[in-house]
């Protein structure tokens, strides 16, 4: 069965440094994999997805994610973080038969700080 | 109005109340599905309706009942609700096709069961 773990519940990080929020990933075959972003208050919004094309994702305001399959990981990484981008971020997987199937992890919050 | 949109965005009730939460979605998709998102807890899929037919209700008790009268509109009628019940909940929708699912999600109706 899929399944995604995502290592740590909450990530702080000062303005303009590196952030990584970090995803593990379990899956009999080659699963999609997406970074969705949740604002206070509001939906969740694809950051970024990948479908078995390029490893290296790259996706909206300056996120990108690398997926390893050797190390079953698709971290999500942004070289110099901003503070709009304080907010709960998702890694979700494909389920296995059914593509119309979600399996979200249970989230990070990252906090920037000034 | 474009994308997901979910009224009413917040909702008190008691535990004898029936009331509906409504979802509209503007991007011409087949598929529409309802999430609830409790603290502390991965997101979890409640109902997918696939060209309007239901095609999973994942073990959902009976005092949530969806309805989708055509591809554009979701319906969630709520009745008897437990405290436990209040959440976040979430509709998205996806354009169903061979391969990865991108779903585009709803703002959400806060609900709050007293």
């Known amino acids: 069965a899929q399944s995604v773990t995502q290592l740590d519940s909450h990530v702080s990080v000062s303005e303009g440094t590196p952030v990584l929020l970090r995803c593990n990933y379990s899956?009999?075959?080659?699963?999609?994999l997406f970074w969705y972003v949740q604002h206070p208050n509001k939906g969740l919004q694809l950051l970024l997805k990948y479908t078995s094309a390029a490893t290296l994702v790259k996706g909206i305001n300056g996120f990108e994610a690398e997926f390893k399959k050797s190390e079953t990981s698709f971290h999500l990484t942004k070289p110099s973080a901003h503070m709009s981008d304080a907010a709960e971020y998702f890694c979700v997987v494909s389920g296995e038969y059914n593509t119309d199937k979600l399996i979200f992890g249970t989230g990070t919050r990252l906090q920037v700080f000034p | 109005e474009t994308g997901v949109t979910q009224t009413p965005r917040h909702l008190v009730m008691g535990m004898t109340n029936k009331k509906s939460l409504k979802c509209e979605q503007h991007?011409?998709?087949?598929?529409m599905y309802w999430y609830k998102q409790s603290a502390k807890k991965p997101l979890e899929l409640m109902f997918v309706y696939n060209f309007k037919e239901q095609t999973e209700n994942n073990s959902v008790p009976s005092r949530f009942s969806p309805e989708c009268p055509n591809s554009s509109h979701l319906f969630l009628h709520l009745h008897t609700l437990q405290p436990e019940d209040s959440a976040l909940y979430l509709c998205?929708?996806?354009?169903?096709?061979?391969?990865?699912?991108?779903?585009?999600f709803g703002p959400g109706t806060r609900l709050t069961v007293l």
């Open positions: 991007l011409g998709h087949n598929a």
């Open positions: 998205a929708s996806s354009q169903v096709a061979a391969g990865y699912n991108e779903q585009f």
């Open positions: 899956s009999s075959y080659s699963p999609s």
